[in-house]
């Protein structure tokens, strides 16, 4: 290792950072020319040297100088993550005018990484200026660097001028995008960082990271591009698509030793290829061949959960792994069979005596879990006492941390997941066992299995990493293929088969990036399509259907200088962050309540606001719908909410029937077919969203629509921008946007164009694209739905919606406000901010005073008592907490203060 950043020994970071300069080499660092700030940051963080294939890496020519594109891989947890987060950091700070986007596939991703850029960037300052040269120039002003992060259902309202870095969701990273180069302001963007960008042939999101690429590509502004991966077959194809240097480490820190498990006996594999011989040999019927031994056995249980010889290895291996101190995790095909193991190892580990205070903090794990007010999986309280959880999409966010905190900080050692764990979140382990190699019935893909296996061993947490996988005998010759195969090279997902192209080129023009039949040929020709179809024929041709069948939806038109410009339609698609066909669907269904609006019912608004199937596509699958329970919610329901439905497109005799025949789904046979499978499945989430905004438990819902938790506090987070998508949608449908020029569009909040924008092209005229009475009926429908917005936002019945205006009070701190006897805007704004409502700000941060608890025990106990008595450090905390709260509530009474006064001269002027 090249020791850049050796320290350790010295107290102060930046007397530590000075010597580790002298102790390395000045010349090896100006090498890197990184802040000293972000050096010290980084051995504060554990990282205090490089590897020498990060270095290789980051020393290809033109990456660090920003002039080069990169795309990397390296196993996992080989480190890759440093490399770009030196690249990024470096261009924020020396480059203060440009924004870094950095693109993870999954929230939990985005959340982690959000908290340790933050911790990075801490002290580190970006410099504003610099006057002139030599010895007349300005100081350089500096400023800190801010990171945000952005993904669905996130609840900051932080905008991308706001920040430095944005840490986002694919989908979202792409919307900034969209806006940007709609706003005139993508020059500001200076780096792209790509994690997992094996998912970019992920057909159902990772095709959204091609369209962003390809944009970025065509528009040739150097954006610096940087990819990375653990599972990349072909780096090769990518780099030479994005223009860049690639580089392949095969460097691990820490060794995997893996291992087959097979009839309770274990087979070693030092490398896959003896893996495959391993399995390939057990699962041969050819009596010559030399049987292979196996290192050792494991010891059958009597025990009639652990009867069968599978299960008992599973189990039988993970207690080893928690009763010699070390995590364990274990993978499951299912959430039913994850709950089932767990309870069976839990069963055996409950018998081995562990000590008080780590029983004790189990203890405080399991009330943090019944705090929640979302409820709990009671299965839980059955594991967690002998220090196992489990962890599936099931449960949920709140649930899914606690438990991976407390397995992190060594409360639970054991934690047994669905694959979702494995490319979710960075949980390390000793032990990786696989029960089987399946996700449901399939066998996962080879890249699944590396990132499952990967989680084994990973530098600052182990030092040592073992898998096994077992498997039964039926699976040993799947298994073998498996291990067998290479990692599929990552293609295009914009092929006809998958998703096409239609969607890339209605953003583009939407945009106005390009209007021209020749830009679009250009656009084309920077696709990973393009570098990877083996005839580009072919692709014009796609171009050519594509532009047909978005003239012919009347998403784009053709000007009279015969270019391209997107229709009010087409507009909003893009702007809501919808495909071409959800937002034929959104738009089909918006149209009909503009037609017939049932306002005596929540319900059509509701229906609006309910995210469509597939738009989320872990609510409302197909099997997901209990048709006897959508008959009793259409018995219950009133005569305009009937009315309402019945106008969607709710037949109750067709619920009814299928209810009573016992059928899985309306048939889905055509393409009307498929729309009305879509409108009942939203239909069915209505009524879920519904009780979600009258407040009942997410627990009683879940019961009630026999739908996990989680898939219930998914909807309940992602109909949030769902609807600011809805929203959104209409206003673009009510304003003549179609020949403005770039930049000058819109106001931040995206509502209405100002009369003095700019036409493209002199004396062109502005010619709306649909009618006036469509637009101001557009124009009508979003206001209503933003209205009714806060009634999302509020999670409250319409008795909170007034209490819901003002700053900070959402959901339970409204209702808890409410209860203690401030009904109103103007008893809140009247309110003493410590007497009244910090006591109750208080009662509702309970577990983060619990949280409080558990960190000072936790610091305390790796750090010693240097660190300060516990008592006296929670009480410093306490008071830091309740500090913070007291400037909320403050804040508070100004805002309702506010909110009350305005009401009061709106009252006046009516009056007057
Ligand atoms: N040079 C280094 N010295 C010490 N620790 C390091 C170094 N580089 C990375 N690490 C640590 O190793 C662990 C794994 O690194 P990282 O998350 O970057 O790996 P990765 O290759 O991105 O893994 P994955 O593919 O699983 O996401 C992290 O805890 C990280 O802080």
């Not at 009596?287 to 008992?312: A, D, R, Y």
């Not at 089987?436 to 299995?449: F, N």
């Not at 309910?610 to 209990?626: K, L, R, W």
Request: hydrophobic share 40%; glycine share 6%.
């Amino acid at each position: 290792m090249r020791p850049i950043f050796e320290l350790a020994r010295f107290s102060n970071a930046l007397e530590r950072t000075m010597k580790v300069f002298k102790y390395t080499g000045l010349a090896r660092h100006l090498a890197y020319d990184l802040p000293e700030q972000l050096v010290a940051n980084f051995a504060a963080l554990g990282v205090h040297a490089i590897y020498p294939w990060q270095s290789s890496c980051l020393m290809r020519s033109g990456v660090l100088s920003q002039s080069k594109n990169l795309v990397y891989t390296a196993p996992t947890g080989g480190g890759k993550s440093l490399v770009a987060d030196v690249v990024l950091l470096k261009k924020v700070v020396r480059q203060p005018s440009k924004k870094a986007l950095l693109v993870l596939p999954y929230v939990a991703l985005v959340q982690e990484k959000t908290k340790w850029l933050r911790r990075l960037v801490e002290g580190l300052l970006k410099e504003e200026c610099q006057d002139g040269l030599g010895l007349n120039a300005r100081k350089p002003r500096s400023s800190e660097i801010t990171v945000v992060s952005f993904y669905g259902g996130s609840k900051s309202k932080a905008a991308w001028s706001d920040c430095d870095i944005a840490v986002c969701t694919i989908e979202k990273a792409n919307m900034l995008v969209n806006s940007a180069i709609e706003e005139g302001n993508i020059d500001d963007l200076g780096i792209v960082v790509c994690d997992e960008l094996h998912m970019l042939d992920d057909e159902h999101r990772g095709y959204i990271f091609e369209l962003m690429l390809t944009k970025l590509m065509c528009l040739q502004i150097g954006i610096q591009v940087v990819g990375m991966s653990a599972t990349l077959a072909n780096p090769e194809v990518l780099a030479d698509w994005l223009q860049a240097k690639f580089f392949v480490a095969k460097y691990r820190p820490i060794p995997i030793h893996e291992h087959l498990v097979y009839e309770n006996a274990i087979y070693p594999s030092t490398n896959s290829k003896e893996f495959l011989k391993t399995a390939s040999q057990l699962s041969s019927s050819n009596p010559t061949q030399k049987p292979t031994q196996p290192t050792s056995i494991i010891e059958q249980s009597v025990h009639p959960g652990l009867s069968s010889p599978l299960t008992n290895a599973v189990v039988a291996l993970a207690v080893e792994t928690a009763e010699q101190g070390y995590g364990a995790l274990v993978f499951c095909s299912s959430r039913a069979s994850s709950q089932a193991i767990a309870c069976l190892i839990a069963r055996t580990l409950r018998h081995i005596p562990s000590n008080a205070e780590v029983l004790e903090r189990r203890v405080d794990v399991l009330a943090s879990l019944q705090a929640l007010p979302g409820g709990f999986e009671t299965c839980l309280s059955d594991t967690i006492p002998s220090g196992v959880g489990f962890h599936h999409a099931g449960l949920t966010v709140e649930e899914r941390d606690i438990i991976a905190e407390a397995y992190d900080n060594g409360t639970l050692k054991v934690i047994v997941a669905t694959c979702s764990l494995a490319a979710g979140i960075n949980l390390p382990a000793r032990r990786v066992i696989l029960n089987s190699a399946r996700m449901g019935r399939d066998m996962v893909g080879p890249a699944m299995l590396r990132q499952m296996r990967g989680r084994a061993g990973r530098k600052g947490k182990d030092e040592i990493g073992e898998t096994f996988l077992c498997c039964q005998k039926v699976e040993l010759e799947p298994v073998a293929e498996l291990l067998e195969a290479e990692l599929p090279a990552v293609i295009s997902c914009l092929t006809p088969e998958k998703r096409g192209i239609k969607r890339a080129i209605l953003e583009v023009i939407s945009t106005r990036m390009i209007s021209t039949y020749e830009g679009l040929q250009e656009y084309a020709q920077n696709s990973l399509l393009w570098h990877t179809a083996p005839n580009h024929k072919m692709v014009l041709d796609m171009l050519d259907i594509a532009i047909l069948s978005l003239l012919k939806d009347k998403m784009i038109e053709v000007t009279e200088f015969d270019t391209y410009a997107p229709t009010a339609l087409g507009n909003a698609i893009v702007a809501s962050g919808l495909t071409p066909e959800d937002g034929l669907f959104v738009h089909a269904d918006l149209r009909q309540a503009l037609s017939s609006f049932v306002m005596d019912s929540e319900l059509h608004l509701f229906y609006l606001f309910t995210p469509i199937p597939n738009h989320t596509q872990s609510f409302a699958m197909t099997n997901e719908v209990s048709w006897p329970t959508f008959r009793n919610l259409l018995e219950q329901l009133d005569e305009p909410s009937l009315r309402a439905l019945r106008l969607i497109g709710i037949n109750p005799a067709l619920v009814n029937r299928l209810a009573n025949d016992g059928l899985d789904n309306v048939p889905e046979r055509t393409e009307d077919e498929i729309r009305t499978a879509r409108v009942y499945r939203r239909v069915y989430s209505t009524f879920a969203l519904r009780d979600i905004c009258n407040e009942i438990p997410i627990n009683t819902i879940s019961l009630k629509y026999s739908l996990p938790r989680g898939t219930i506090q998914n909807l309940a987070q992602t109909c949030h921008g769902f609807a600011a998508g809805m929203i959104k949608f209409c206003r673009r449908m009510a304003t003549p946007i179609s020949h403005i020029v770039p930049g000058q569009s819109r106001n931040q909040d995206d509502s209405m164009i100002g009369p003095d924008a700019q036409l493209i092209g002199a004396g062109t005229p502005a010619r709306p694209t649909i009618s006036g009475s469509e637009a101001a009926g557009f124009s009508m429908l979003a206001a209503v739905l933003e209205h009714m917005q806060s009634r999302l936002y509020a999670g409250a019945r319409a008795d909170l919606l007034e209490m819901a205006q003002v700053t900070f009070v959402k959901g339970r701190m409204a209702r808890m406000l409410y209860e203690s006897g401030l009904k109103s805007v103007r008893a809140l704004s009247e309110a003493d901010a410590k007497k009244d409502i910090l006591p109750i700000m208080m009662s509702v941060s309970g577990w983060k005073l619990k949280q409080i608890e558990r960190d000072v025990n936790k610091e305390v106990e790796s750090e010693g008592e240097g660190k300060g008595r516990p008592d006296d450090l929670y009480e410093m905390r306490r008071k830091k907490l309740e500090e913070k709260l007291l400037r909320k509530a403050e804040v508070m009474v100004r805002s309702a203060a506010a909110i009350y006064e305005r009401e009061v001269l709106r009252t006046a002027d009516f009056e007057e």
